[in-house]
């Protein structure tokens, strides 16, 4: 980041991982959320009470924010939203030189992906028309943004239990409780449950993460 004022605009901040991180590294950051529980929990996780933090609640599409920005971050929060309306907002908001970085995370293959991926979640996904799609490349065909560069981290292994890795599916679009019936929530989890629980026993996984960021700036059409 090379522009001043180093104030940072985070897209869909969820629970704050990306905006109190860069806390020690910037003077402010603008955390935008529509969903409540999110921007909470933000709160009182590490550093979420930090006063360069401005926790806002809201869609990224309409609430009011106070550019300049020298950085606008999005991780795994731009599938969701209306890139026609955002696109020119994130180009107004930046500085001259500033960036916007897209940051994404993959976790590495496991035994059961087979069985996940092609019956339980096509059975209970609300998107049932999402065709896959790289979200970089969609966007640079859209004239929407222009990639500068890329870099993913190295592996990162952690430990998770199993309720936390089913309910990791329900930040995903198709998957997010929001646009779910309490009905077919239910029966999502019960399924992935029981076919991750053959795999390990003890309650236990252990998964390999790998993050990525693609730097670039959002185009003017
Ligand atoms: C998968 S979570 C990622 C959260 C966080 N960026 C991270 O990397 O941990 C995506 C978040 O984007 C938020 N979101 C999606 N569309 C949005 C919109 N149009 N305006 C504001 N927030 C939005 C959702 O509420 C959700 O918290």
């Given at each position: 980041m090379t522009d001043e004022p180093k104030a940072v605009l985070d897209v869909g901040?969820?629970?704050?991982l990306i905006s109190r991180n860069l806390m020690e590294f910037v003077d402010?950051?603008?955390g935008v959320d529509f969903s409540e529980n999110m921007i909470e929990t933000a709160k009182i996780l590490l550093n979420g009470n930090h006063p360069g933090i401005n926790w806002i609640c809201g869609l990224v599409e309409e609430v009011l924010l106070s550019p300049p920005y020298a950085l606008i971050t999005a991780g795994e929060s731009l599938h969701w939203m209306d890139w026609e309306v955002v696109f020119p907002r994130f180009r107004e908001c930046l500085?001259?030189?500033?960036?916007?970085?897209?940051v994404g995370q993959k976790n590495s293959p496991m035994p059961w992906d087979g069985d996940l991926f092609k019956k339980i979640i096509p059975t209970y996904a609300t998107n049932?028309?999402?065709?896959?799609?790289?979200?970089?490349?969609e966007l640079e065909s859209r004239n929407l943004f222009h990639k500068n560069g890329e870099k993913s981290a190295?592996?990162?292994s952690f430990q998770q239990i199993i309720e936390d890795y089913v309910e990791s599916f329900h930040s995903m679009n198709g998957f997010s409780r929001e646009?779910?019936?309490?009905?077919?929530?239910?029966?999502?989890?019960?399924?992935?449950?029981?076919?991750?629980?053959?795999?390990?026993?003890?309650g236990e996984m252990e998964l390999q993460s790998v993050g990525k960021v693609v730097w670039g700036n959002p185009t003017t059409k």
């Open positions: 901040c969820g629970t704050g402010r950051v603008d500085t001259r030189n500033g960036y916007m970085a897209i049932q028309d999402f065709v896959p799609y790289n979200l970089v490349e190295k592996p990162v646009r779910m019936t309490e009905e077919a929530a239910h029966g999502f989890d019960s399924e992935v449950r029981e076919l991750v629980s053959k795999y390990c026993p003890e």
